[in-house]
């Protein structure tokens, strides 16, 4: 399989043997109170297939990170950490059940 892509996924906790493995072909490292899956995909669809395993599985996504990968090295390229979402952890503003922010009203005319 062609990988031009390599992913760091992290998520909130230790993961489990058992559930590390639900991420065949990705190694888990534990930091702290986090763990880092990292591992190579070959397109945006796989990427999204991972991150959906994430959120089946009910764990806490803390952040993901995309770089291209040299193809001819197998290294990750010039661009490094090119993209990067992380969970917010609280939204200032928002009601405790609704995580959503608040859209502030326009006064009437």
């Known amino acids: 399989m062609r990988t031009n892509l390599t992913v760091v ?13 639900a991420f065949d072909g990705m190694t888990s490292v534990r ?14 669809a ?21 770089a291209e990968t040299d193809e001819a090295s197998g290294r990750s390229g010039s661009r490094g950490r090119a993209r990067m979402a992380t969970a917010p952890r609280s939204v200032k503003g928002a009601d405790h059940d609704d995580h959503r922010p608040r859209v502030p009203r326009l006064p009437a005319d």
């Open 46 to 66: 796989q990427l999204y297939g991972l991150i959906t395993r994430v959120r089946d599985l009910g764990l806490a996504l803390e952040s993901v990170t995309v």
């Open 31 to 44: 930091l702290g109170r986090a763990t880092e899956l990292t591992g190579g995909v070959t397109d945006q």
């Open 9 to 21: 996924i992290r998520v909130r906790g230790h993961l489990s043997r058992r559930l590390a493995a």
